[in-house]
Nanobody, 120 residues
Framework: QVHVVESGGGLVQPGGSLTLSCAASGDIFSLETMRWYRQAPGRQREFVASITRSGRTNFADSVKGRSTVSRDNAKNTMSLQMNALEVEDTAVYYC??????????????WGQGTRVTVSS
């Protein structure tokens, strides 16, 4: 079993910044690509950002240029810093962790999400 927990959400004013964190724990042999998704009210879940084990990053166009993602492989954690937040960034943010277990089977685990509200 692998447990994924997000944290750092909250209420932020437009133009502000926020850092979200994700921590994975449990039966992890190797943590692979970690991803952030978000789901706004009434909308489908969408990709936000990802980072591979080697540190290669990818961002959705909607957050590119104002977001950074990093990870600590020793701690099995990942962070997403978002700047110049917009009302449209309001959503529940989810972390997805791809990992290999002791039998080298690649699996994925999702967190429960952390809510971000951008409002004045």
């Amino acid at each position: 079993q692998v447990h994924v927990v997000e944290s750092g959400g909250g209420l932020v004013q437009p133009g502000g910044s926020l850092t979200l964190s994700c921590a994975a724990s449990g039966d992890i042999f190797s943590l692979e690509t970690m991803r952030w998704y978000r789901q706004a009210p009434g909308r489908q879940r969408e990709f936000v950002a990802s980072i591979t084990r080697s540190g290669r990053t990818n961002f959705a166009d909607s957050v590119k240029g104002r977001s950074t993602v990093s990870r600590d492989n020793a701690k099995n954690t990942m962070s997403l810093q978002m700047n110049a937040l917009e009302v449209e960034d309001t959503a529940v943010y989810y972390c997805k962790a791809d990992y290999s277990d002791r039998w080298s089977i690649i699996r994925a685990s999702w967190g429960q999400g952390t809510r971000v509200t951008v409002s004045s």
